[in-house]
């Protein structure tokens, strides 16, 4: 009778239903395994973000043909790579960016679009002269762009070349032109020396082109080549505006080197202004001089002629026997004595003659001169000097300032004059001021803070990442991969059945304690309820209490399942 009731109250344990799946043995293990495949993939996709590499930038702003070689070449090194937002850049990992950019510079890349010369190594065979003729001037043109890339400031280059074909007529012949245009790094610009040294190496390339027939311009449409603009003074070239500047840089730096010792290296500022000719001048000049005193001019030449003659005029005795030539001589000579007499007498008488010439030249003075100044000689330097009033410290250490005395100033000045080379026949200048200076502006520098310096920060991001990995991955880990295994091995299942008979005892002994409690108190109330109805009750109460103590005391475990089937409708 006891058994049949028991066997009533034991009803057929429902199976549980997930998503409309019932949760047999076979599909709960299944599920469980699918679980934890996913927990596993999680965790690894975490602790893949966390060892991610720190991509940094290739190269950037490169035409699709370049892109396309360098991608090649990274594949076949291996070497990953990725592009950034706008597809503008190429992106590696931080610690292979040098070496990449080096293997990809051994095979000339980035090329940026400029074809030198190696386009002359595909020549076709029957290429026409034209062909031939315009690839010559792409290659020309590619290898200049190369050349002008070389420029710190230049980031690309085209060169466009407009080469006239030949003539043998002279009136027909043309001059070549080129143009240029720039494209430079952000933030940089070109000196006129650098605009003027481009346009000479594109001049000097091409056979017969002219400096004034290039034209530089930059990506802003900017003019650079205008020659107005070159320099303030188009008389002069870069170079020797160049020459003049460090001139005059040299002569300020000589005043402030020699006056800082004295007042202080911040107490002292120079300026010069140079006046320098470089106009070439040659001079020859004869002089002549009047002659010194005889005694001290040199003789070149003298020349002496003496003559001895005697006079062609008549003397002697007049008459016709003194004019009559001599007889002619006869054997024996019977001459009269009065006429030889005569002769010998005027031969005697005759005067002698005598002519003396003397020609002597002398050296005239004459002085030869011939003069060559080259280009930049000083014609003229103005030099402005300010010093600082002096500082000085009391006793007490209060710092106090004063003006220059006359004595100290002239020291000032004439070492001033003597660092510049001053030369009054030049009309040279110089003024020396004393007066204080302002005070500069304090620039408060702010020490950033520590977590707000860029290696910190960068520190903490690198930290954060990876601890961030693993926090994750435990937190997966804990509460859905070691349940998830713990199921599927049956670990969970051996825990759940001892944690569920000791809950069926303790919620066993609490109804106990509850019934027993309850039979308390009604036994109370009954005590206190003389009808008969009352009594019926209790009656029916003690026999229903006896016949369960008899058969928990007979067979305990039929007890123990109608009271686990309570436990589970509840």
Same mark, same amino acid.
């Given at each position: 009778? /006891? ?31 699918? !679980? ?40 076949? &090194?291996?070497?990953? $790579? ?6 503008? /850049? ?38 026409? &002269? ?19 890339? /070389? ?50 190496? %594109? ?43 460090? $001139? ?34 040659? &001079? ?46 006869? /054997?024996? @000579? ?27 030249? $002398? ?13 930049? !000689? ?8 300010? %010093? ?69 920060? &960068? ?9 961030? !990995? @693993? ?51 009604? @036994? %109370? ?15 029916? $109460? ?29």
């Amino acid at each position: 009778m /006891a058994t049949v009731n028991d066997a009533a109250l034991i009803e057929p344990t429902p199976v549980p239903m997930v998503f409309g799946i019932p949760q047999t043995p076979g599909v709960r293990t299944i599920m469980l395994s699918v !679980g934890a495949a996913i927990a596993i993939a999680i965790m690894a996709g975490i602790w893949m973000w966390s060892q991610a590499p720190d991509y940094r930038v290739l190269f950037s702003n490169f035409n699709d043909r370049d892109g396309g070689a360098i991608v090649a070449s990274l594949q076949q &090194q291996n070497i990953p $790579y990725k592009y950034s937002d706008g597809g503008s /850049a190429i992106l590696v990992p931080a610690n292979q960016v040098h070496d990449a950019r080096l293997k990809l510079a051994s095979q000339g890349l980035p090329k940026g679009g400029n074809v030198g010369f190696e386009l002359m190594e595909n020549q076709k065979l029957g290429i026409s &002269q034209f062909l031939e003729q315009v690839n010559f001037q792409r290659a020309l043109e590619g290898e200049l762009a190369r050349s002008i890339q /070389a420029v710190s400031a230049v980031q690309t280059a085209r060169v466009h070349l407009a080469i006239p074909k030949a003539s043998v007529f002279v009136r027909e012949q043309q001059k070549p032109t080129a143009s240029v245009l720039l494209n430079l790094y952000p933030s940089r610009v070109l000196d006129q020396q650098q605009v003027s040294a481009i346009i000479h190496l %594109v001049a000097s390339s091409i056979p017969e082109l002219s400096a004034k027939n290039v034209t530089i311009v930059d990506q802003n449409g900017n003019l650079l080549s205008d020659p107005s603009k070159q320099n303030a003074n188009p008389n002069l070239d870069p170079t020797q505006l160049k020459y003049v500047q460090e $001139y005059q840089m040299g002569v300020v730096k000589k005043i402030e080197s020699i006056i800082s010792p004295i007042v202080g290296a911040q107490n002292v500022r120079a300026e010069a202004s140079a006046d320098i000719d470089f106009s070439r001048t040659e &001079q020859a000049a004869e002089i002549y001089r009047p002659n010194t005193p005889p005694e001290a001019s040199s003789i070149r030449s003298q020349q002496t002629s003496e003559s001895y003659g005697k006079s062609n005029t008549a003397s002697g005795v007049p008459g016709a026997l003194s004019n009559q030539p001599p007889a002619p001589a006869t /054997a024996p @000579i019977t001459t009269p004595a009065t006429a030889a007499n005569g002769a010998a007498a005027s031969a005697a008488s005759a005067p002698a003659l005598t002519q003396k010439d003397a020609t002597i030249n $002398y050296e005239v003075d004459k002085t030869i001169k011939y003069t060559q100044q080259g280009m930049g !000689g000083l014609k003229r330097l103005s030099v402005a000097v300010v %010093v600082n009033y002096k500082s000085e410290t009391d006793k007490n250490g209060k710092v106090t300032t004063r003006p220059l005395t006359d004595v100290e100033k002239n020291q000032i000045t004439d070492l001033a004059r003597e660092a510049m080379g001053f030369s009054k026949e030049r009309g040279d200048t110089l003024n020396v001021v004393n007066t204080p200076f302002a005070a500069p502006e304090k620039v408060v520098s702010e020490d950033i803070p520590l977590w707000k310096q860029a290696d910190v920060i &960068q520190t903490a991001k690198e930290f954060g990442k990876y601890l961030i !990995g @693993i926090l994750a991955m435990f937190y997966i880990f804990k509460n859905y991969l070691k349940p998830t295994l713990n199921k599927i091995t049956g670990k969970d299942q051996e825990k759940t059945e001892e944690e569920k008979e000791k809950e069926k005892e303790q919620n066993a002994l609490e109804k106990s304690q509850k019934e027993a409690d309850d039979e308390d108190g009604a @036994i %109370v109330e009954l005590e206190g309820t003389v009808d008969a109805q009352g009594r019926k009750q209790l009656s029916s $109460y003690e026999i229903n209490m006896d016949m369960a103590k008899q058969l928990a005391a007979s067979d305990p475990k039929i007890v123990a399942n109608v009271i686990k089937t309570w436990v589970s409708n509840e």
